[in-house]
C-alpha cells in the first residue's frame, strides 16, 4: 500500500508518493540542503518563500 510520506528535503513539505523525494529537482539538492527547495509544487512554503 501507498503510505503518503514528507519529501526528504529538509526545506521541503511536499509529499511524496513514491521515492525519497517529491521532484527530481530535490533529489537533486541532496548535497545543498540549506538551499530553498525549487521543486515549484504549489503548496510547498519553502518554495513560496523563495518567491520575493
Ligand atoms: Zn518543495
Ligand atoms: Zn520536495
Known amino acids: 500500500m501507498a503510505d ?18 517529491c521532484s527530481v529537482e530535490c533529489e537533486a539538492m541532496e548535497k545543498t540542503p540549506d538551499i530553498a527547495c525549487k521543486c515549484g509544487h504549489a503548496g510547498c512554503s519553502a518554495s513560496a518563500a523563495a518567491t520575493a
Open 4 to 21: 503518503s510520506k514528507k519529501c526528504a528535503h529538509p526545506v521541503c513539505s511536499c509529499t511524496v508518493t513514491s521515492g525519497k523525494y
